[in-house]
């Protein structure tokens, strides 16, 4: 119930093509799902994250879209670039920052020029 | 925004020697803090999560006598890998929360330890 599942295990976009990245869960008490960008060598950044409440944010270039009854939340990138290229991490948390994230096991992206 | 500085960002060490690693909260109060470990191409595993003051709660399989975490302030949080051995070669992440800020998680740019 812990685990979140998450989809692609890699992806190869196209310059300016969208990319998306899939993650389903079990725990309905999640109520916190934040993507993750990681670059090797870094630590994981914040890149947008969603609460259960609406079905959709986007910030620039990145949409989560969300459905709860699914348990489902996807990460859309539009016009994809060469800088995006790195590896995406979904993540669920319940109960507030107290409370550990589950992590999805990452999507590695690369975007071709 | 919320900013974690963690030290070394690398480090090489000799088998049986110990190494501690730093998360510092530089301009927040981090009431909990994550340990997490990644090997490559893996994802984050989660080590132990401790609030300040407390001991340190550790996840299944992960030795508390190996892995020690002190989280004795507001803004500091430490992890000593003791009697270090090739298998505990990894890259070490911190992460801190501030429950004056719920949903936030901030984590630190991770350690690359080698152990020879």
């Known amino acids: 119930q812990q685990q979140v599942k998450q989809s692609p295990q890699s992806l190869i976009v196209q310059k300016g093509g969208i990319s998306i990245i899939n993650c389903a869960y079990e725990?309905?008490?999640?109520?916190?799902f934040p993507w993750y960008q990681q670059f090797p060598g870094k630590g994981p950044a914040l890149l947008i994250a969603?609460?259960?409440?609406?079905s959709e944010k986007k910030e620039g270039r990145f949409t989560i879209s969300f459905n709860k009854s699914a348990k489902q939340f996807s990460l859309h990138i539009m016009d994809s670039q060469p800088g995006d290229s790195a590896t995406y991490f979904c993540?669920?948390?319940?109960?507030?920052?107290?409370?550990?994230?589950?992590f999805g096991k990452g999507t590695k992206l690369t975007v071709n020029p | 925004g919320a900013v974690v500085s963690q030290h070394p960002s690398w480090v090489i060490c000799k088998s049986g020697t110990s190494v501690k690693i730093e998360c510092r909260s530089l301009?927040?109060?981090?009431?909990?803090m994550f340990w997490y470990r990644q090997f490559p191409k893996q994802s984050l595993m989660l080590m132990a999560t401790?609030?300040?003051?407390?001991?340190?709660?550790?996840e299944q399989g992960v030795e508390k006598d190996k892995f020690l975490i002190n989280h004795a302030s507001l803004t500091l949080s430490t992890l000593t890998v003791t009697s270090a051995h090739p298998e505990d070669s990894s890259f070490y992440i911190c992460?801190?929360?501030?429950?004056?800020?719920?949903?936030?998680?901030?984590f630190g740019s991770g350690t690359r330890l080698t152990v020879v």
């Open positions: 992460s801190a929360s501030d429950r004056g800020l719920p949903y936030g998680y901030t």
């Open positions: 725990n309905t008490a999640f109520d916190y």
């Open positions: 969603i609460r259960p409440d609406v």
């Open positions: 993540a669920a948390s319940k109960g507030g920052g107290s409370e550990k994230l589950v």
């Open positions: 301009d927040f109060q981090a009431t909990t």
């Open positions: 401790s609030n300040e003051g407390s001991k340190a709660t550790y």
